[in-house]
């Protein structure tokens, strides 16, 4: 049972550089999110895709483009790479609506920025 | 728009003291609430949640209460263990927020041998 998959778990990049981080799950769930953590900031949502073909920006999606390619799957793009966007990105998923909103979440990847 | 404020840490304590971790938020709607736990190096993950006023969640030996009239979901545990150092976040759900889950800064926790 893999739950959400997230790749590539570490990765460096140098200032404008371009890349996509990869997710997929496997739990069926319509709703797919990125966050990224940063110290002493918690989780701040990037951008979320609440059924497949929507997305839709949260609260910091300057610098970002993503692709909901089918159900399972959400990418993150970074066209740009800056040095701000190094942090632990983590993507999760959830069923849509109703009480049982529980994020499931990615082991996370460490980008780093130089 | 929705929030979520958690206590700020670390918080540091020996084994087999009581923990509080205090939490309150802010939602248009009646969010669902949860708390999440970050073990080193590892992903997220559910430690218990309650969706509606007055409903106890708990696991683990953990328990949070959501206080609609305080506005709060503060996490308690009686005795902690070395094991249960970790972040540990805050969050909501709400369906006029588009069932999005907010998170709080997290709390670190320490216990010492």
């Known amino acids: 049972n893999a739950g959400v998959t997230q790749t590539p778990k570490f990765q460096v990049l140098k200032t404008g550089q371009s890349m996509t981080l990869q997710c997929a799950q496997d739990?069926?769930?319509?709703?797919m999110y990125w966050y990224r953590q940063d110290p002493g900031m918690g989780l701040r949502l990037i951008y979320y895709?609440?059924?497949?073909?929507?997305?839709d920006k949260g609260e910091v999606p300057n610098g970002y483009n993503v692709s909901r390619l089918n159900k399972r799957e959400f990418s993150l793009r970074l066209e740009s790479a800056a040095p701000s966007q190094t942090s632990v990105y983590f993507c999760?998923?959830?069923?849509?609506?109703?009480?049982?909103?529980?994020?499931?979440f990615g082991q996370g990847t460490r980008l780093t920025v130089v | 728009g929705d929030s979520v404020t958690q206590m700020e840490g670390p918080v540091t304590l020996s084994e087999e003291a009581f923990l509080t971790i205090n939490c309150t938020y802010t939602?248009?709607?009646?969010?669902?609430l949860f708390w999440y736990v970050q073990y080193p190096g590892e992903g997220l993950q559910l430690l218990l949640k309650?969706?509606?006023?007055?409903d106890k969640g708990s696991n683990k030996g953990f328990e949070a209460t959501y206080r609609k009239e305080t506005t709060s979901f503060h996490l308690e545990k009686g005795s902690v263990q070395v094991s249960d150092s970790a972040v540990y976040f805050c969050?909501?759900?709400?369906?006029?927020?588009?069932?999005?889950?907010?998170f709080g800064a997290g709390t670190r926790l320490f216990v010492k041998a």
């Open positions: 999760a998923s959830s069923e849509a609506g109703g009480v049982n909103t529980e994020a499931f």
């Open positions: 739990m069926n769930h319509n709703s």
């Open positions: 895709s609440a059924s497949e073909g929507t997305t």
């Open positions: 939602a248009t709607g009646y969010p669902s």
């Open positions: 309650a969706t509606k006023a007055d």
């Open positions: 969050a909501l759900s709400d369906r006029t927020g588009g069932f999005k889950t907010i």
